[in-house]
């Protein structure tokens, strides 16, 4: 996970077993470049680019995971 994302980093989308086991994570494993980051208070949602479709997904930061690095396996 991400704390404090920063507009130009790439990123990779991950989401929990839970999420990918009920079909609510069409996204997963994509990798994108973050372009806007909202401030609080409450959830911290990102602007995130997805290079493979060209398309724009706003994600909680949560579900952000730094390009390079694995997620922790679930």
Do not use: C
């Amino acid at each position: 996970m991400i704390w404090q994302p920063k507009a130009g980093q790439f990123v990779t989308l991950h989401y929990g077993r839970r999420a990918r086991e009920a079909g609510l994570a069409p996204y997963e494993g994509e990798r994108g470049k973050v372009l806007r980051v909202g401030r609080g208070p409450g959830p911290i949602n990102v602007q995130v680019l997805l290079l493979g479709l060209s398309k724009f997904v706003t994600v909680p930061r949560g579900n952000l995971v730094a390009e390079g690095r694995r997620p922790d396996a679930a």
